[in-house]
């Protein structure tokens, strides 16, 4: 029993840092109807934030409180990130709004690439794998045979936040509004006085911060490297596909269900499944239900 | 009348969607507190002279005014600011928000906050039917009532001029009398309007002049009564 326990919070763990970044995927495919397949190595750029930033507050100030270093390591990975990510998508989507799809799809591609031979050529950086210094104290309580750790509560904790802040953001603010109207016509939208590129290049900040959010939290607790964002970049769009790309919610429910299936396949199967079950899940689900579980059938334009 | 008179004043506008001309020297002006109908054929390029007023369209050559400035590269959404609300062709809701939503997003650029809770009571008046659905998605509404949003969304962004894109269409006649009685109120109330139609019976009912567009020019210009009257366009476009 405790087992089990153990392993579904291990799940929500790895649950919470796909459902982050599948956000970011499931936004902008829902405002420009485009996969931005260099988001997973926008993730892994942001660890690298989080981990210059604490790095470097820490040696120049040892003493500072956890929630202090958390914090502004948490905010300048998500300032930074979302920075980055504007200049992207100014840079090199932009320009290709008009051109056929697969112009951006094959440019966010590279983008990806760029970002992670960036990053090993960088000589801060490197290709060896990295610890980011301890945030905060990490504490493992026992309760009752099941082992939680003060991180894991932080991880679970604050996606949970930036969860509801998004999709509060998402159904209740004139942003949010507008960005499910670019979603449904974005050639009306300029009628209603909203500038559309600017609530594009929004959505792209916001979808990166979320993104750094979740490489800030997977940065305490696990390793880093320049070619993280590839992996868990797939396992992150997966979970967008199965809940439903476009779908915020969908996305967040996508993201728990392969955290599920991360850490549960080894408990029935060899690890080695792993992948093999996430890619059966988003065939099966491509056969059966194309617009995945929230999505719904897009409705007929009137 | 002198064009720096008017509230809108096109010279000799050009459009082109790459080499197909949809515009060849539109001139035209529509006064403050006037309705002007435009009418003309499928593929005449009423569409496209809105799409150019508001910004949609890169102009080619030629000038517009609004309000004596020069709209050209003014972004569409600085337009919507300036004072020209557009209902466009196929009335263009987001049928994934709510009603109420759909005409909070016409808000956007308004600095008046005040006088927004006064506008939704207007156009709820006006419409009393989108005031029973505000919280229904606009996808559920019926052509007739997505018509109707889609002329209260223009108003909701407080346009001084309100540029309409065939507002009859697909609509049973009791229900175009019905958006013609309203466009009346609208024009009454101080709003200038640019009327597109294909249904030139009715238009020029409304409207106090018209002009007639085919295939990228303009071949008649009058009151809406010599328009009525003249004998071209009582052959092409009244019925006979
Ligand atoms: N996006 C576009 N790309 C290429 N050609 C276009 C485009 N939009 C319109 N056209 C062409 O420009 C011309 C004018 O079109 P427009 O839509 O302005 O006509 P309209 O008078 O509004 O017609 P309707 O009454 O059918 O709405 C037509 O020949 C049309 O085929
Ligand atoms: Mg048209």
Known sequence: MQFYIQQILNALQVGSVYALIALGYTMVYGILTMINFAHGDIFMVSTYLAFFTSTLLLSIAAGLPPLFTFVFTLLTAMFGTALLAVLIERLAYKPLRTAPRISAVITALGVGLFLENFMVAFKPVGPAPRFLPPLIPQINYDLGGV?????QIVIILVSGLVMFLLDTIVRRTMVGMAMRAISWDKFTV?????????????TFALGASIAAVGGTLYG??????????????WWAFISAVVGGIGNIRGAMLGGFILGFVEIFTPVFLPSTYRDFIAFSLLLLLLIFRPTGILGRPAPQKV | MTS??????????HVAYGNILALQGISLDVREGEIVTLIGANGAGKSTLLRAISGLVPMREGRILFAGVDLRSVPAHQIVEMGIAHVPEGRGIFANL?????????TWSRKDRANIQKDYRRVFELFPRLAERQYQLAGTLSGGEQQMLAVARALMTRGRLMLLDEPSMGLAPVLVREIFNILGEINAAGTTILLVE????QALKVAHRGYVLETGRITLAGTAQELSDNPQVKAAYLGG
Do not use: F, H, W
């Open chain 2, 198 to 201: 294909q249904n030139a019976r």
């Open chain 1, 220 to 233: 305490m607790a696990y390793t880093i490297d320049p070619y993280m964002g590839i992996r868990i970049g």
């Open chain 2, 4 to 13: 720096n008179s008017a509230l809108l004043s096109i010279q000799n506008l």
């Open chain 2, 98 to 106: 709510t009603v109420l939503e759909n005409l909070k997003l016409a």
């Open chain 1, 147 to 151: 082992t939680v750790s003060t991180i």
């Open chain 1, 190 to 202: 300029p009628l209603m006085g909203v500038p559309v590129d600017r609530i594009i290049s929004l």
